[in-house]
């Protein structure tokens, strides 16, 4: 019997039956059986939600910035009372190392929630020029489509800042990994977020994630997932001409400037690209070095890659746990082979499973060397622990290779030089870009540039995300 049974959605302030029962089960990732079991929506509990959710913006909309201050601070409360379930519920899910999901997965909702609440408490909704007033307003009803491989963080980065402004919601979680989304509903109902402000109906891409991209009384959308999926709730969502706000996949360069900085800027970017095994879309998962560092460079990451413990996600040893799912690991195991075929020299890792780990979707670590931009493995995003390992031969073709990639989410540059360092981060075709290992400012706005999407999340640009921007002309008399 499976451990988590939710087979209810959260609609109207209430836990109801789908409109026709159709069950999934959840497959956990360590041992390829299930672990909860999750009703698949249609088209009919989407039109509920959506009827939720407008009628409820109409007075959540009206709230002063005291009330949601207050249900921010009651829902921090609520979500530290179920800290541990939801960690739990990710480990089950998506294979996340215990450690991992208790210190950094599940963390980032508390984390996210108190930042929305400091950018709130300071964020100014009128602003009056002259004699008219710029007034922000709550752009409505919101639809959010999150992925699997930070669950928990995604849905935050979405449901707070939407809280923030004053709009109600929609959300469909990844049905890969659901279930930390219905105890984050259960942690909105103790909160005592008012009936119909968030709503949650799970299912899959074709069956709810378009019912939402196209209704016509959601009027925004924020998708976080794969370039392919972005691309499909686009299209769906320019029919209705509401906003969409997308969060892809990236390919992200992590560019060594100099010997003093390789050390600590490889074994850096290794160790990012093995966290929530390889599962990141800003892993640094391209490794740009001048020519004459390639070899050491490739030491170290094999070096790097050895500490990496994998195995059963409920020890507290393990810091690796497995791909998310059957098609994930096919999907990785074919790049691998596409590397060796195309002739990147493998310097560790490779095809197959780590040794004793024939249950579960384990993966090893692996490092490429003398890769080409041109390579697969260069181009797509593996979403697996695989590093490519790229020399360049001066700073204008290190530039040059960092930007030939259709995405632009992240970017990591290591560099004595500041200065020198500060100028390579100018040239660079990406949403975020991080000098010398900075990664901590969690109101920073997070979002690509090409086909890594378009928005930001977290910071000011966050919460603007879910604003609308009206003029009042006439607001003051002529003096």
């Not at 259960?186 to 939402?212: H, M, S």
């Amino acid at each position: 019997m499976a451990e988590y049974e939710y087979r209810k959605f959260f609609i109207g302030g209430e836990w109801v039956e789908p409109v026709e029962p159709r069950e999934l089960d959840v497959i956990n990732p360590a041992t390829e059986e299930p672990a909860g079991v999750i009703s698949l929506g249609s088209a009919a509990d989407v039109d509920r939600a959506v009827a939720a959710a407008r009628t409820a913006f109409a007075a959540y909309s009206r709230t002063s910035k005291q009330e949601r201050l207050e249900l921010i601070d009651a829902f921090i409360a609520a979500y530290k009372a179920r800290y541990n379930d939801i960690a739990a519920a990710i480990t089950a899910e998506m294979g996340a190392p215990k450690g991992l999901s208790t210190k950094a997965q599940a963390a980032m909702g508390v984390v996210i929630a108190k930042t929305a609440r400091r950018l709130l408490e300071k964020f100014e909704f009128e602003e009056q020029r002259g004699g008219t007033l710029i007034r922000r307003e709550p752009i409505g009803v919101c639809g959010f489509i999150t992925p699997w491989n930070w669950p928990v963080n995604q849905i935050t980065l979405k449901v707070l800042p939407a809280l923030a402004a004053g709009c109600t919601m929609v959300l469909k979680p990844s049905e890969i990994a659901p279930l930390s989304g219905v105890v984050f509903a259960e942690v909105i109902e103790a909160a005592g977020v008012p009936a119909g402000v968030f709503n949650l109906v799970n299912g899959d891409g074709p069956g709810v994630g378009q019912a939402i991209a196209g209704h016509p009384d959601i009027d925004m959308v924020s998708f976080t997932g794969s370039t392919r999926g972005g691309i499909a709730v686009a299209a769906t969502a320019a029919g209705t001409v509401k906003r969409v706000s997308q969060e892809l996949g990236g390919k992200s360069p992590n560019l060594i400037l100099d010997e003093a900085s390789l050390d600590k800027g490889v074994i850096n970017g290794m160790r990012n690209v093995c966290m929530n095994t390889g599962q990141s879309c800003n892993a640094p998962t391209r490794l740009l070095v001048p020519a004459e560092l390639h070899d050491k460079a490739v030491e170290l990451s094999v070096a790097s890659a050895s500490r990496a413990r994998i195995g059963d996600p409920a020890s507290e040893e393990t810091t690796m746990g497995p791909l998310v799912s059957e098609v994930q690991f096919n999907k990785v195991q074919g790049l691998i082979r596409k590397g060796i075929e195309e002739g990147a020299t493998l310097a560790t890792g490779g095809p197959g499973k780590p040794e004793g780990l024939e249950t579960g979707y384990f993966v090893k670590p692996t490092v490429f060397g003398n890769v080409s931009n041109d390579m697969t493995i260069a181009r797509e995003e593996i979403f697996g622990p695989v590093l490519s390992v790229i020399p360049y031969d001066n700073l204008d073709e290190a530039i040059a290779i960092a930007n030939d990639t259709e995405y632009g989410l992240a970017a990591y540059v290591w560099g004595g030089d500041l200065e020198q360092a500060r100028s390579v981060a100018a040239q660079l075709r990406a949403g975020q870009v991080c000098i010398n290992g900075e990664s901590g400012d969690f109101s920073a706005p997070f979002g690509g540039y090409k086909q890594s999407g378009n928005g930001r999340e977290s910071g000011p640009e966050g919460l603007e995300e879910f604003l609308e921007t009206k003029a009042v002309l006439g607001y003051s008399e002529a003096a």
